[in-house]
């Protein structure tokens, strides 16, 4: 027996996948008429090509939630977590980029709009309703671990949930627990990226009661307003790194056992820059969000956590997200989703890893000096002007926090601007070793 479920990107037909449900094999169908104004939906996913049934189901994996959120995606609609195509039929209203997944042969658009007063509510009362349940509707459609809830967003205090033509336009992420500042954290390395010169997504955070959150615009959607103040929302096609390499999302980070290292690795990432629209550019750019989470502890830094646009004529890098500084958390381990070298372990990392980085990534030492000594001397300069902007506005526990992630930062700013200043000389002597 087969089932079919269509995809759409904005209003266009892009085709369907079928499913064998006796032997889960997939089959990726495009329509003709996409095949003329459309594009590949990843490099996997080609044109006149049998595309293999695993690239599919890689491809959808990093669609859905993780952790919790697909255990209550999994719970909320009584669908087995391993059923990937079922979930994705469920939920594949939204997903990241501009696809959508549905048994329907046509997409309806709606819009419901949410008070703060509303919003407020539900975001004090989240542990005991989920925030991504809406009129008996989830709406938690995004990858990750991380508490977040995709919404449109129209002015300051008014918000919605659309479908159709009315995607969402921010993802509001929520704190953990509220005493380890995360979004705070979140916020402040967000804030130093954009004034460090990398392309970041736009952040800010507001209080509701007193509750942290933040909100993420989203780079992938694009609002749209007439002038009799009709609106729609326009999706873009991204794909993260695992797509792009083809990989499961349960290979996001490189370590795969404790003695088996898998292909998320810079390597491979780099690599990907060959498939770009300027090779150049979007190697440079890759670069320079290496070497910041390397200054800022951003231990979380996998595959999913770096994302490409999708059009006819290639690939280029996406902003940036997620970044944060890990090790302002002692209880979560201090290595690198990717090996500098071979090493992962943050203060394990010296002179002999960044060569073997160079070598590996095929990238001239005295370039990953420059850029390294040059993003260094960027913080340096910035994070005082961040720091500033937000000390009117929180309490003695946030402003310590803030404190400690300053000092945090720039310590290790420091050891690295120690350690690269021979790369060059460190190169010719042991790049033979990797």
């Known amino acids: 027996m ?6 759409f990107c904005n209003s266009d ?84 980029g501009a696809i959508t997944f549905t048994s329907n042969k046509e997409l309806s658009t709606n819009f419901r709009e949410i008070s703060n007063e509303e919003l407020t509510q539900r975001i004090i009362n989240r542990d005991k309703v989920n925030i991504t349940v809406w009129d008996k ?6 990858a990750g671990v991380q508490d977040k809830l995709p919404l449109v967003v129209l002015g300051n205090d008014k918000y919605g949930i659309g479908e159709g033509e009315i995607a969402s336009t921010h993802i509001l992420k929520f704190e953990k627990n509220e005493n380890i500042h995360l979004v705070l954290n979140e916020y402040f390395c967000m804030k130093l990226a954009k004034l460090c010169g990398l392309n970041t997504a736009e952040v800010g955070i507001k209080k509701f009661d007193t509750q942290n959150v933040l909100f993420v ?25 695992c797509q792009i390499l083809d990989l499961d999302v349960s290979m996001k980070y490189e370590k795969v056992y404790a003695d088996f290292r898998g292909e998320a690795n810079f390597k491979n990432l780099f690599e990907s820059s060959k498939l770009s629209t300027n090779k150049i550019l979007n190697k440079l750019n890759i670069l320079r969000w290496t070497l910041f989470n390397l200054c800022i502890n951003n231990y979380d830094a996998h595959a999913k956590n770096v994302s490409f646009f999708v059009n006819k004529k290639g690939l280029e890098v996406s902003p940036f997200y997620d970044l944060v500084n890990i090790a302002m958390y002692p209880n979560i ?5 990717m090996a500098f070298g071979d090493e992962f372990t943050a203060n394990k990392i010296g002179a002999f890893d960044l060569v073997g980085f160079c070598v590996h990534t095929d990238i001239q030492p005295r370039l990953v000096r420059d850029e390294l000594l040059s993003m260094i001397e960027n913080i340096i300069k910035n994070i005082k002007l961040i720091k500033s902007d937000l000390l009117v506005s929180y309490d003695i526990e946030e402003i310590d926090f803030l404190n400690s992630l300053e000092k945090n930062i720039l310590e290790t700013c420091e050891k690295y601007k120690n350690i690269v200043q021979s790369l060059i000389n460190d190169y010719k002597e042991y790049k033979n070793e990797y």
Request: aromatic content about 12%; charged content about 25%; overall charge negative.
């Open 2 to 7: 087969m089932h079919n479920i269509n995809i």
């Open 13 to 96: 037909y892009v085709g369907f996948i079928q499913i064998d449900l006796e032997s889960n094999i997939a089959e990726l169908n495009y329509d003709n008429n996409w095949k003329e104004i459309g594009f590949e939906l990843s490099p996997h996913l080609k044109f006149n090509t049998d595309i293999n049934s695993n690239s599919i189901k890689k491809f959808v994996s990093n669609l859905l939630p993780e952790g919790k959120g697909l255990e209550f995606v999994s719970e909320f609609f009584h669908i087995s977590k391993a059923n990937q195509f079922s979930l994705i039929e469920a939920i594949g209203n939204e997903t990241a």
């Open 137 to 142: 509707k989830t709406r938690l459609s995004l």
């Open 217 to 241: 615009k989203r780079f992938d959607r694009e609002l749209l307003i007439n002038e009799d103040g009709a609106f729609k929302v326009l999706k873009k096609h991204i794909i993260d790194g």
């Open 333 to 337: 381990q201090n290595e690198f989703a």
